[in-house]
């Protein structure tokens, strides 16, 4: 890679992290998405662990301090300086005691985050190393009650995965995963008109989730906003419920961060029973949304109890875990190679969001075709796990390149590479300034 490039990447993304912090957290992009956002803090911190430590902890603390008393992690802290017109649907919708945040998660990528900043630290110098021995004491508990929460509370399958009640909390907001479990959703046309949907005035609705998925979104936070956001009993009254091989892939990478932290701070014990958790949500990965017709994974809607038949980009995502098994790593890494997804030695391109082969898959709208840059970090993550170092490599080459030459866009045409979406967006940026590093 040329490093006349690799400069201008990184100037640029260091560019567009200045411009989306506020002072005392980072927004996804200024127009579109003007709150913080749960998953792409920790996204952020992965970046800003290179280029400003002390704001990737000032980030996660800001997120960390809307935490729950159950152990939720909240998807949207809003910043109270923002009118509640700005984004759809804001605090006076969601109406969460205290107003502060929404009632739904996102997938739990901070216990990740939390370890590659420590790790990072020393470079910066002896202050930076002991912020951050300050920060991940104060952030270790937090991450536990997080993840209790999600193994917890939200273990509605019983087999110890954590099930998403809302499209949003997957990350991968309208994934053609959701499709079957979302036609059994009530969607009320009428509702919509009661609301105004922002996002629209700052991006091309060809690009973003329709009308149709909209009201749905907005009766299924209704529903659960009915109850207080209480879990009590859920599955019985809510009418989507899946669990997603992308989040309990994250969930139990989750663990095995905890472990590594927990021995950092002198908690053997603890470290040990961390490992044993990522051990057992691994097996139930395996044991619940594998297909051995597929040969991949799939999410499986807890309503119907059965496996989404598409192939999305999160049922590639299990190969993050270290203990899969050998030919569930191998039939992946197959399903990655093959004309679904193309890595970069067929198309030059990154992963997209969805099976290039399907009669679904939509080059422009969101998470059903787009290429986006933290799940091919993901995926590159799990090639690294299971020694695949040349494919690894490729991936980041294609995703510094492809971001070098389009700008840090939200998302990205699977195959122009054209960018789409929000044009100056947080975590394009902070990730590649890891895949620089
Ligand atoms: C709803 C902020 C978020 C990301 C999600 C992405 C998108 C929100 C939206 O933006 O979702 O949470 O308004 O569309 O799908 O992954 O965290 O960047």
Do not use: K
């Amino acid at each position: 890679m040329h490093e006349e490039m690799s400069a201008d990447l990184w100037n640029s993304a260091v560019r567009v992290l200045e411009t989306n912090w506020t002072g005392h957290h980072m927004v996804p992009s200024r127009r579109l998405y003007p709150h913080q956002w749960s998953w792409d803090a920790a996204f952020i911190a992965i970046g800003l662990a290179y280029a400003n430590p002390g704001r990737a902890w000032r980030d996660l603390r800001s997120l960390f301090e809307a935490q729950w008393a159950d152990g939720r992690v909240p998807h949207i802290v809003f910043d109270p300086a923002t009118a509640e017109e700005d984004y759809f649907p804001g605090p006076a919708f969601w109406d969460v005691p205290g107003r502060g945040s929404t009632g739904i998660v996102q997938p739990p990528m901070h216990a990740v985050a939390a370890w590659e900043v420590y790790r990072h630290a020393a470079a910066h110098g002896a202050d930076s190393a002991l912020q951050a021995r300050i920060e991940l004491e104060w952030l270790y508990p937090r991450l536990v009650a997080q993840q209790d929460y999600l193994t917890g509370s939200r273990n509605l399958g019983g087999a110890g995965l954590a099930c998403i009640v809302h499209p949003w909390e997957s990350g991968l907001d309208n994934s053609p995963g959701w499709d079957a479990a979302l036609a059994g959703v009530p969607a009320d046309p009428d509702l919509l008109s009661t609301y105004r949907r922002r996002d629209l005035a700052n991006a091309d609705a060809a690009h973003r989730p329709t009308d149709l998925d909209y009201s749905r979104y907005v009766g299924l936070v209704l529903n659960y906003r009915a109850e207080g956001y209480s879990d009590e009993g859920l599955l019985s009254r809510h009418t989507f419920a899946v669990e997603c091989p992308a989040f309990n892939a994250i969930l139990g990478t989750a663990e095995l961060a905890l472990a590594q932290i927990a021995g950092e701070l002198g908690r053997a014990a603890e470290a040990t029973t961390h490992r044993e958790r990522a051990h057992r949500i691994t097996a139930a990965i395996a044991e619940r949304l594998w297909d051995p017709r597929t040969r991949t994974f799939h999410c499986r809607d807890l309503r119907t109890d059965r496996l989404s038949p598409l192939h999305c980009v999160s049922g590639l995502l299990p190969l993050m875990l270290p203990d899969l098994a050998a030919d569930q790593v191998e039939a992946v890494l197959g399903q990655a190679r093959s004309a679904r997804f193309g890595l970069p030695e067929q198309t030059g391109l990154p992963a997209p969001s969805y099976d290039r082969t399907a009669p679904e898959f939509d080059t422009l709208r969101y998470w059903r075709g787009p290429v986006w840059i933290n799940v091919n970090w993901l995926l590159r993550r799990g090639l690294l796990v299971h020694g695949f170092r040349d494919e690894a490599e490729d991936l980041r080459t294609a995703m510094v390149r492809l971001v070098h030459r389009n700008g840090h866009f939200e998302y990205f045409h699977p195959a122009t590479g054209e960018g789409l979406g929000a044009p100056t967006f947080s975590w394009t940026a902070a990730l590649s300034l890891d895949l620089l590093a």
